[in-house]
């Protein structure tokens, strides 16, 4: 059994999906920015993910329409080696992905309260009121 990063809070109302020592760089090693355009080996493995998911939900009878992703996480794999030389260097560093996604909630409207509660009056205003009142 594979052990992943995070629970999800609801178990029945979650799916999950996870590669090992995938084919494809590991992204975003030291800085964070944006990037001009996408790399597409990334992406391609990403959908492939999410359709594993997607397999998984209707597995669960989840509604694969309403699913959200709520962690995706990527981790280094080891690197493989093999003999190379300089003029063709094997230049391969491997990812873990793992990723949950999660059914949303249907959220309805709160229901419009006709009586408006009565704010909590402090004890000290209370004996003001009666001091004024008494006068």
Not at 19 to 39: D, I
Not at 54 to 69: F, G, P, Q, R, T
């Amino acid at each position: 059994m594979v052990r992943y990063s995070l629970d999800p809070e609801n178990p029945t109302k979650s799916c999950k999906s996870r590669g090992s020592n995938l084919r494809v760089h590991f992204k975003a090693k030291q800085w964070g920015w944006t990037q001009s355009r996408w790399p597409k080996k990334s992406a391609e493995f990403l959908l492939y993910m999410l359709k594993n998911a997607e397999s998984n939900a209707e597995l669960k009878d989840l509604d694969v329409d309403s699913l959200v992703i709520e962690h995706i996480q990527v981790n280094k794999a080891p690197k493989t080696y093999r003999g190379h030389g300089r003029i063709n260097p094997y230049l391969s560093s491997p990812c873990h992905i793992e990723m949950i996604l999660t059914e949303k909630e249907q959220i309805f409207p709160k229901p419009e309260e006709e009586v408006a509660q009565k704010k909590k009056i402090s004890q000290k205003k209370l004996k003001k009121q009666k001091l004024m009142a008494w006068e």
